[in-house]
T-cell receptor
Framework: NAGVMQNPRHLVRRRGQEARLRCSPM?????VYWYRQLPEEGLKFMVY????????ESGMPKERFSAEFPKEGPSILRIQQVVRGDSAAYFC??????????????FGQGTRLTVV | GENVEQHPSTLSVQEGDSAVIKCTYS??????FPWYKQELGKRPQLIID?????GEKKDQRIAVTLNKTAKHFSLHITETQPEDSAVYFC????????????FGQGTTLQVKP
C-alpha cells in the first residue's frame, strides 16, 4: 500500500500564478481532507471531499481557492493568483468509505508551497 | 465550532524523564481525540487516539487520558528518548461525523540526551 501520495513535494510560484496540488488517497479510500499548515503553526482544516462531492468547505478561503475530487484521478487543490501569504505546507489525508468519527486519517507527505 | 487549545508550546526534558502535554476542547459533543507526531519536514503520524467512551489508553511508553467533564485530554510519554523529539499535535473530531479534525497549536518536545 503506497499510502497517501501528494505531488509535487515542493512547489515554487511567483505572485499571481496558479498553484495546483495533487493528492491520491490510499487505495480503497474515498474520503479526502485538505489541511494547511503555516510555518510553526498547527494544521487548519480546509475542505473535505468525497468522490465528485464537496462535503465540507468551511475552512476554505472565500476567494482564489478551490478543490475537487473527480470520479477518476487525484484530488486537486487549486490556488489562483497566489500571494506570499499562501506559502505553507498543504497536507492531504484520506480515510476509508463509510468513515465516521473515530476513523484514523492517514496523511500524505505534504506539498510545501513557496510564493516568491 | 470546535476549538482546541494545547499547552505548553515548548517542552524540554532530560532523557528518561516523563513528558506531559495537555489539551482542552470546547465542544462537549466531540468524541474522538487523536494525537499526532510530526518530525521536521515530515507528515503528521498518528501515535495514539482515544474515544469518548474510554478514560485512558496506553501503548507502551505512551498513554492518553480523557476527562469528558472537564473537556480536556492529555498525552503522557514516559522514559523519554531523544527520538521522541518532535512536534506533537492533539486534535478533536467534530461531532458533525465527517471525520474533520480540529488541531491544537502543537508542542515542540525536546529530549536532551
Amino acid at each position: 500500500n503506497a499510502g497517501v501520495m501528494q505531488n509535487p513535494r515542493h512547489l515554487v510560484r511567483r505572485r499571481g500564478q496558479e498553484a495546483r496540488l495533487r493528492c491520491s488517497p490510499m487505495k480503497g479510500h474515498s474520503h479526502v481532507y485538505w489541511y494547511r499548515q503555516l510555518p510553526e503553526e498547527g494544521l487548519k482544516f480546509m475542505v473535505y471531499l468525497q468522490k465528485e462531492n464537496i462535503i465540507d468547505e468551511s475552512g476554505m478561503p472565500k476567494e482564489r481557492f478551490s478543490a475537487e475530487f473527480p470520479k477518476e484521478g487525484p484530488s486537486i487543490l487549486r490556488i489562483q493568483q497566489v500571494v506570499r501569504g499562501d506559502s505553507a505546507a498543504y497536507f492531504c489525508a484520506s480515510s476509508p468509505p463509510g468513515s465516521r468519527v473515530g476513523t484514523e486519517a492517514f496523511f500524505g507527505q505534504g506539498t510545501r508551497l513557496t510564493v516568491v | 465550532g470546535e476549538n482546541v487549545e494545547q499547552h505548553p508550546s515548548t517542552l524540554s526534558v532530560q532523557e528518561g524523564d516523563s513528558a506531559v502535554i495537555k489539551c482542552t476542547y470546547s465542544d462537549s459533543a466531540s468524541n474522538y481525540f487523536p494525537w499526532y507526531k510530526q518530525e521536521l519536514g515530515k507528515r503528521p503520524q498518528l501515535i495514539i487516539d482515544i474515544r469518548s467512551n474510554v478514560g485512558e489508553k496506553k501503548d507502551q511508553r505512551i498513554a492518553v487520558t480523557l476527562n469528558k467533564t472537564a473537556k480536556h485530554f492529555s498525552l503522557h510519554i514516559t522514559e523519554t528518548q531523544p527520538e521522541d523529539s518532535a512536534v506533537y499535535f492533539c486534535a478533536a473530531s467534530e461531532a458533525s461525523n465527517t471525520g474533520k479534525l480540529i488541531f491544537g497549536q502543537g508542542t515542540t518536545l525536546q529530549v536532551k540526551p
